[in-house]
C-alpha cells in the first residue's frame, strides 16, 4: 500500500511540477510542442482513474473505468492528455448537483477509431452557452443554479487545444440536466 501510494504521489507531484511550467502559456501547445511517446491508452486511463479516486476519497465521487480486454496504443504526449483527462473528470464533478457524481470512462473501437469516452450525470451544459465552452477563461454560470464552482475556464480550453494538437476530434453530447458524454476520436 505504502509502496502503490508512493508511486501516485510522485506522479502527481511530477504532473504538478509540469503544470506550472507549461500552464503559464497554454496557448503554445501546438503539434510541434508535444513531446509523443507510444502509450497503451487503456494503461494510462486506468492509472489517472486510480490516481484521482486516491484523492476523492472524501467525496461522493464513483469514476469507473469499463474495461474492454483490449489495449491500444497511441502515439501521445503523456502529461497533456493526463491533464486533459483530468480536467474533464474535474468537470463532470464540479458542475453536477448529484448527490453521488458518477463518471464512466470506456473506450469503443469502429472503422479504426479509437473513441474514449468521459460519461458524466452532471448538470448538462445549456444549449445558449455551448457555442462557448471552448473560450480561454469562459466559465458558465447558469449550470449550478448560482453555486460557486471554482476555476478559471481554462479546462475546457485546454482540452480543445490538445484534441488539435494531436490532430484528435472531439464529440460532446449533452442533455441539460442529465449529463455530458465527451468523446475524443483517435484514428488508429
Given amino acids: 500500500m505504502v509502496a502503490s501510494l508512493t508511486g501516485v504521489i510522485g506522479r502527481q507531484a511530477e504532473r504538478l511540477n509540469s503544470l ?38 472524501n467525496q461522493k465521487v464513483e469514476i469507473d473505468f469499463k474495461e474492454t480486454g483490449e489495449q491500444h496504443t497511441v502515439l501521445l504526449d503523456r502529461f497533456w492528455v493526463t491533464t486533459m483527462i483530468i480536467n474533464m473528470i474535474e468537470n463532470g464533478i464540479k458542475y453536477n448537483t448529484s448527490s453521488i457524481k458518477r ?23 445549456p444549449a445558449g452557452e455551448f457555442k462557448n465552452i471552448f473560450d480561454k477563461f469562459y ?18 480550453y485546454y482540452t480543445k487545444q490538445c484534441i488539435e494538437a494531436h490532430r484528435w476530434q472531439l464529440q ?12 475524443i476520436i483517435i484514428p488508429l
Fill in 139 to 156: 466559465r458558465t454560470t447558469k449550470a449550478i443554479d448560482n453555486k460557486a464552482v471554482k476555476g478559471l475556464g481554462l479546462g475546457l
Fill in 20 to 57: 506550472f511550467r507549461q500552464v503559464i502559456d497554454i496557448t503554445m501547445m501546438n503539434e510541434a510542442t508535444l513531446q509523443k511517446e507510444p502509450v497503451i491508452i487503456e494503461e494510462l486511463l486506468r492509472q489517472v482513474v486510480d490516481d484521482y479516486m486516491i484523492q476523492a476519497d
Fill in 103 to 125: 463518471i464512466s470512462i470506456f473506450t469503443t473501437e469502429k472503422d479504426r477509431q479509437l473513441t474514449v469516452h468521459i460519461v458524466d450525470n452532471g448538470v448538462g451544459i
Fill in 172 to 183: 460532446v453530447d449533452t442533455v441539460e440536466k442529465s449529463g455530458t458524454d465527451f468523446s
